[in-house]
């Protein structure tokens, strides 16, 4: 089974960026699209980006798509989502996930799924 390991998170300002990096063993990562996630409070868990592997397509989220983008490092089999322009409504848990092959912004797709980390976005 692949696992992942989500880091990167912490407290910005609006407007601010972060980079979160999701690592990736178990697994063929060549073979991988991963996907990020986020949870705010109270809310469900949403899609924000993928990347797949197989052919490098990424896709984004409407409410994220010219301020994210994701990325993907082969080497060191991490999944990066460089995030500019945070809004406050952004704070959310942000999780990574991967499946075989095709990605999705879909939850219910994914078979396996990092721990999480916190992006908190206020004054």
């Known amino acids: 089974e692949a696992q992942l390991v989500e880091s990167g998170g912490g407290s910005v300002q609006p407007g601010g960026s972060l980079r979160l990096s999701c690592e990736v063993s178990?697994?063929?990562?060549?073979?991988?699209?991963v996907g990020w996630f986020r949870q705010a409070p109270g809310e469900g868990r949403q899609g924000v980006s993928f990347?797949?592997?197989?052919?490098?397509?990424?896709t984004y989220s409407d409410a994220v798509r010219g301020r994210f983008t994701v990325s993907s490092d082969k080497a060191k089999h991490t999944v990066y989502l460089q995030m500019n322009s945070l809004k406050r409504e952004e704070t959310a848990v942000y999780y990574c996930?991967?499946?075989?092959?095709?990605?999705?912004?879909?939850?219910?797709?994914?078979?396996?799924w990092g721990q999480g980390t916190k992006v908190t976005v206020s004054s």
């Open positions: 990347i797949s592997n197989g052919d490098g397509s990424t």
């Open positions: 178990g697994f063929d990562f060549r073979d991988l699209a």
């Open positions: 996930a991967a499946r075989r092959w095709q990605g999705t912004l879909s939850t219910l797709m994914y078979n396996y």
